[in-house]
């Protein structure tokens, strides 16, 4: 009896031939095949291949967050422990398991879509705003705790580091190295502790 294919099983092996090959290199004939459905029934779920990644795009966003969330807004830990280990986890993650080769759905979407589709580049520019502000909530925990210095404007430095880290990701993937997210976690624990 053959298994029952869900629309999040088509999501969810689209996010890992994107992550992997991009949108762009991603068909829908590759969709089907790694769920083992005929073509017609990703229709029955989609009407096209950009609805599609957007879903891609917001699955995989949603995840993120929830983790992000749970990892830095934590109270049981110090607001820049909780960042060290969002950093840490996520450079052992890309060093051990993606082998520096995965980067980020949503900084790959950009670079690939951002410019040239305006419903990515909404999408997108919407999901980073949704990271930003969780990333700006822990600093200001961590400016309330004397963590980090009141002086520095917290929603300044939840831009500085969703942009700067998603370049050290463009950077890891020329490298081959995790060294660039390495240097970006020094040098932003180097600034940020009070």
Request: proline share 2%; glycine share 8%; charged share 25%.
């Amino acid at each position: 009896m053959k298994r029952k294919i869900f629309r999040e099983d088509i999501i969810k092996a689209g996010k890992d031939l994107m992550f992997l090959n991009g949108y762009h290199a991603t068909g829908i004939k590759e969709i089907t095949e790694m769920v083992n459905i005929p073509k017609g029934s990703f229709y029955n779920h989609f009407r096209n291949k950009e609805e599609f990644g957007l879903e891609v795009l917001k699955y995989y966003c949603d995840n993120g967050i929830a983790y992000l969330k749970n990892v830095l807004l934590d109270t049981s830990r110090t607001p820049m422990t909780r960042l060290d280990a969002f950093y840490s986890g996520i450079i052992a993650y890309q060093k051990d398991i993606a082998k520096c080769k995965l980067g980020c759905i949503m900084g790959n979407f950009s670079q690939e879509l951002g410019d040239t589709n305006e419903r990515f580049r909404e999408a997108l520019d919407l999901e980073f705003n949704d990271y930003e502000a969780v990333f700006v909530e822990c600093i200001r925990q961590a400016q309330e705790t004397g963590e980090v210095s009141a002086n520095l404007d917290p929603n300044l430095v939840g831009s500085f580091l969703i942009n700067s880290w998603h370049g050290a990701i463009v950077r890891m993937k020329s490298t081959g190295t995790t060294k660039p997210l390495e240097d970006f976690k020094t040098f932003i624990f180097q600034q940020l502790k009070n």
